[in-house]
């Protein structure tokens, strides 16, 4: 399985970005999956995750109302809609993807997933 991310760039705060992830080389519909972020000299965080089915989200509580992850399980794809962007979301953003869990489980921790992607760097100037 190859996970490979885009649309990062740098954008002044309250604009928007969308962030994509495609799949390839395992089945997508199978997969849990979810976006993390790793700012200069901190850990990496969730963002936001999504099951296998589309039907349960999570978002950490800096980006709720803001960030919506999406997926299309026909175009092999997960989305990240970031709206009103901080300089605080400043990061590198990474895709991951967990194979084979219940339809509707969600993953938040880095441990529990099995793929990465590279990730897209996003820079939010203030």
């Known amino acids: 399985v190859q996970l490979q991310a885009s649309g990062g760039g740098l954008v002044q705060a309250g604009n928007s970005l969308t962030l994509s992830c495609i799949l390839s080389?395992?089945?997508?519909?199978?997969?849990?999956l979810g976006w993390f972020r790793q700012a200069p000299g901190k850990e990496r965080e969730v963002v936001a995750a999504i099951s296998r089915g589309g039907g349960t989200t999570y978002y950490r509580n800096s980006v709720k109302g803001r960030f919506t992850i999406s997926r299309d399980n026909i175009k092999k794809t997960m989305y990240l809609q970031m709206n009103s962007l901080k300089p605080e979301d400043t990061a590198v953003y990474s895709c991951?993807?967990?194979?084979?869990?219940?339809?509707?489980?969600?993953?938040?921790?880095?441990?529990?997933?099995?793929?990465w992607g590279r990730g897209t760097l996003v820079t939010v100037s203030s």
């Open positions: 991951a993807a967990k194979y084979g869990p219940s339809r509707g489980d969600i993953f938040t921790s880095v441990m529990d997933y099995d793929y």
């Open positions: 080389g395992g089945p997508f519909s199978a997969q849990a």
